[in-house]
């Protein structure tokens, strides 16, 4: 039996390894390798998270709340990509946006439910920056005349910076600059198809990713908190992403894309950790944040 066993297992092996060879040795090498996009758009977001009064989630369940919306600014990418073979390929994409215009709301609540504000301020937010790299390894499963689909992996690193900025029709907001930063980190997984027609071609993908999140906050105003680390957050966020791409040849090394990208990434229950100046360091429940972006991007594609 285990003579058998043996035999067939080596006869598997052997069948693998021919498949392995085959699928190398017959795989096409494209002629044009490289692909580098430079881009420009605009990005506009929004982002949000709030706290409880105990690590417990209770009294109250949001006691305090920041959101910062109308988030604008100029959106500056690269991607660059190598094609392996003339069905796998390997991209690196970075994109930095810097926020000159925003908003953030800050409010305090004491009963549940947002309910009985006892504290509330809408002030600036317009500076800080979104930055997000990846590097995804695509597989064309699929390709056709007229359609292609690439299913793709790959990791991803995002980083956010945000501010709380003094507000003119607030006095007592003099000479706030307080920040908050976040960072995400994992993988990625999704899909992308593209129609090809003589003239242009569109692609559309999504994309969904498991990450860490993480956070630090220096509140500038408040005595109590220590600085530059004020307080921390850690938990866990779930990513799911679209873009859309419309790619016209102008020559057989330059190409004209338009892109537009939807990103939304949630943060689930996690915990918030308030360093002080006197007293021992405390833990409450974070609730969690939301982030909202949307980018439309121009970019020459060059290939070589």
């Known amino acids: 039996m285990q003579l058998i066993f043996l035999r067939t297992l080596n006869r598997l092996l052997i069948c693998l390894t021919l498949v392995l060879f085959y699928t190398a040795a017959f795989a096409q090498s494209p002629s044009k390798k490289w692909e580098i996009k430079p881009s420009i758009g605009i990005q506009q977001s ?39 073979t003339d069905r796998l390929t390997v991209k ?3 994109q930095y946006s810097k926020t000159t215009k925003g908003e953030a709301e800050d409010t305090d609540y004491a009963d549940d ?43 991803s690193y995002n980083e956010q910076k945000f501010y709380l900025l003094e507000s003119a029709s607030n006095p007592n ?22 129609f090809k027609a003589k003239l242009f071609r569109i692609s559309a993908g999504i ?12 509140w500038n105003l408040i005595p109590d ?27 057989k090394m330059l190409q004209l894309e338009l892109d537009y990208k939807i ?34 991007a121009l970019g020459l594609n060059f290939t070589f």
């Open 46 to 84: 929004k982002f949000d998270w709030s706290i409880a009064g105990n690590a417990s989630g209770t009294t109250p369940n949001i006691l305090s709340e920041l959101i910062w919306k109308n988030l604008k600014g100029p959106a500056f990418g690269l991607d660059v990509k190598y094609h392996i």
């Open 92 to 94: 690196t994409s970075n």
């Open 113 to 155: 439910n947002r309910q009985s504000a006892f504290y509330y301020d809408l002030l600036n937010a317009n500076k800080g920056y979104l930055f997000n790299t990846s590097l995804q390894l695509s597989y064309q499963v699929f390709n056709s005349e007229q359609f292609a689909f690439s299913p793709l992996i790959g990791l």
């Open 173 to 194: 907001s003099a000479g706030l600059n307080s920040t908050y930063q976040s960072r995400y980190k994992g993988f990625d997984f999704g899909l992308e198809g593209t």
């Open 207 to 218: 994309l969904g990713g498991f990450y860490k999140y993480s956070a630090k906050a220096n």
């Open 225 to 251: 908190f220590q600085k530059p680390v004020s307080f921390t957050h850690a938990a866990n966020s779930f990513a799911l992403n679209g873009n859309v791409n419309l790619t016209v040849p102008l020559n």
């Open 263 to 296: 990103n939304n990434i949630n943060t689930y229950t996690g915990v918030d950790r308030a360093y002080y100046n006197n007293r021992k360091t405390e833990e409450t429940q974070f609730n969690g944040a939301k982030f909202r972006a949307n980018t439309i």
